[in-house]
């Protein structure tokens, strides 16, 4: 078992911490909001911080998920950021979704004062951190993830390094890039399907038999058909890691021309008030179009 700190404690982070605590480690949480924190040691065996240093100081392992780059350099570098206290051979494991240039900026800082960073990004959203289930992508050093795996395993189905530090960013803009055009498509689909008359659930009951089935298609298409998108990621979170995306691929020299349009819709969305709608709520738009 491990000392652990757990930084930010949103819809990801809160039940990730509490695998940490139920899997016997001696865990030590710190959340900008008292309240939350408050109501994460109601359920949970655990310490309470109340800075992101005192969080880190003594911790073998320290677990962040902010919201983004600012939120991450804040808690690390800031007033009080964890990076004031951490110990020399200790591990920082960064699960926010954040741009390359602050995780090697991070990274490079760590190197510096003897301990570890590495960029952990996940997928599989609510659902995925209480059951344990995300999906992990790792970049950093092969040695510090090969220590920090077993933990990252509490809460995960699968948690793989891809490279050197931001290679596990990268691969989670990859992971955005194939959301946004698969929900996009799904979308007008439905869409479709619904203005020629059909019964848009039997069109998906065979369409997801064959190669246009998706775990997108399984698990949101009934919402969708029903005009409920308050499950999942939000949109708001949605056009950060876009924007992402797209800055990202001009310094790599990608073309992105879906993402981009995707992403002027999700701005749409916005505008219809959906800010906080799960990402399945681009068949919205197309909805609103026809008034």
């Known amino acids: 078992m491990s000392n652990l700190a757990f930084i930010g404690l949103g819809v990801m982070g809160f039940p990730m911490a509490g695998h940490l605590a139920k899997a016997g480690h001696s865990v030590t949480v710190y959340n900008r909001s008292f309240d939350k924190t408050k109501k994460w040691s109601s359920e949970y065996k655990g310490q ?16 962040c998920c902010v919201g983004n780059d600012d939120d991450l350099r804040e808690v690390t570098i800031g007033k009080s950021g964890a990076f004031s206290k951490i110990s020399r051979g200790s591990i920082f494991v960064d699960h926010t979704t954040v741009s390359t240039n602050v995780t090697k900026e991070l990274f490079d800082i760590g190197s510096e004062m003897g301990f570890d960073f590495i960029d952990a990004p996940i997928s599989g959203g609510q659902a995925g951190a209480e059951n344990g289930m995300l999906s992990i992508m790792c970049g950093g050093d092969q040695q510090a993830f ?5 933990i990252l395993e509490t809460y995960s189905k699968i948690c793989k390094r891809i490279g050197e530090s931001g290679s596990g960013q990268q691969t989670k803009m990859c992971n955005q890039i194939a959301i946004a055009g698969l929900v996009q498509g ?12 059909l019964d848009g659930r039997d069109v998906v009951e065979v369409i997801s038999q064959g190669a246009a089935g998706s775990w997108q298609m399984e698990n949101r298409y009934k919402t969708m058909l029903d005009d409920h998108f308050t499950h999942g ?30 992403n002027e819709f999700y701005k ?3 505008k219809l008030g959906g800010g906080r709608w799960d990402t ?3 068949i919205a738009r197309l909805r609103a179009l026809e008034k």
């Open 280 to 282: 399945s709520s681009l």
């Open 233 to 262: 990621f939000a949109v708001d979170w949605m056009r950060k890691d876009l924007q992402i995306c797209l800055e990202a691929s001009d310094q790599v020299g990608a073309s992105l021309p879906v993402t981009a349009l995707v």
């Open 146 to 150: 090969d220590k920090a795996k077993p």
């Open 268 to 270: 749409d969305v916005q």
């Open 48 to 63: 309470i911080a109340a800075t992101p240093s005192d969080a880190a100081e003594g911790a073998d392992f320290i677990m």
């Open 186 to 197: 799904l979308s007008e689909a439905l869409h479709f399907a619904q203005k020629a008359g």
